[in-house]
T-cell receptor, first 116, second 111 residues
Framework: GAVVSQHPSRVICKSGTSVKIECRSL??????MFWYRQFPKQSLMLMAT?????????EQGVEKDKFLINHASLTLSTLTVTSAHPEDSSFYIC????????????FGSGTRLTVV | GQNIDQPTEMTATEGAIVQINCTYQ??????LFWYQQHAGEAPTFLSY????GLEEKGRFSSFLSRSKGYSYLLLKELQMKDSASYLC????????????FGAGTTVTVRA
């Protein structure tokens, strides 16, 4: 239980284009979702917190106009990387808070973004 | 993260025991998590400690000392599949209880 489905798992896009990543909670309602970015051999860095029906809260140094987050329902949050550049190439992971199953947070399977 | 420190790499032999230490500094500590992450995959939950003491779950155990800001993850009877990165993460009141991760410890299990 407490599964988050993340798509796509891998995406290659050209510089200047936009890419949308989706995370869906399959068997629970995710009021809050978190978006992380992870560079090779580094830790997960929190980018933003999305709350259903309200604006996302971005961490310091993360451009909100570049990383658009939408959390329109209790089961879906999306991250859109706009005008992607090669330096945006990274592993993006979503996570949802699971309040009643003793695990705290569950993670999506991640999206490997490569911008060429 | 909130000054979360853990060793970068550890190597051990199949069948052996490895202990991964994690120290942290927080304001309003709320809990500590350990996750396992294989390369290119998302983290998977291993353990959660909020009170002092040892939590045992099969081959994996996790210990917490809140007064010392210290935790360890103990992996027993190591198997090749345990080769992965192990992430220590904390939640704290001053950070709205969001997860803050350490850099991870890469464990390599050798035959």
């Amino acid at each position: 239980g407490a599964v988050v489905s993340q798509h796509p798992s891998r995406v290659i896009c050209k510089s200047g284009t936009s890419v949308k990543i989706e995370c869906r909670s399959l068997d629970f309602q995710a009021t809050t979702m978190f978006w992380y970015r992870q560079f090779p051999k580094q830790s997960l860095m929190l980018m933003a917190t999305s709350n259903e029906g309200s604006k996302a809260t971005y961490e310091q140094g993360v451009e909100k106009d570049k990383f658009l987050i939408n959390h329109a329902s209790l089961t879906l949050s999306t991250l859109t990387v706009t005008s992607a550049h090669p330096e945006d190439s990274s592993f993006y992971i979503c996570s949802a808070e699971v309040l009643d199953r003793g695990i705290g947070y569950t993670f999506g399977s991640g999206t490997r973004l490569t911008v060429v | 993260g909130q000054n979360i420190d853990q060793p970068t790499e550890m190597t051990a032999t199949e069948g052996a025991i490895v202990q991964i230490n994690c120290t942290y500094q927080t304001s309003g500590f709320n809990g500590l998590f350990w996750y396992q992450q294989h390369a290119g995959e998302a983290p998977t939950f291993l353990s959660y400690n909020v009170l002092d003491g040892l939590e045992e779950k099969g081959r994996f155990s996790s210990f917490l000392s809140r007064s010392k800001g210290y935790s360890y993850l103990l992996l027993k009877e190591l198997q090749m599949k345990d080769s992965a990165s192990y992430l220590c993460a904390v939640t704290e009141r001053s950070n709205d209880y969001k997860l803050s991760f350490g850099a991870g410890t890469t464990v390599t299990v050798r035959a």
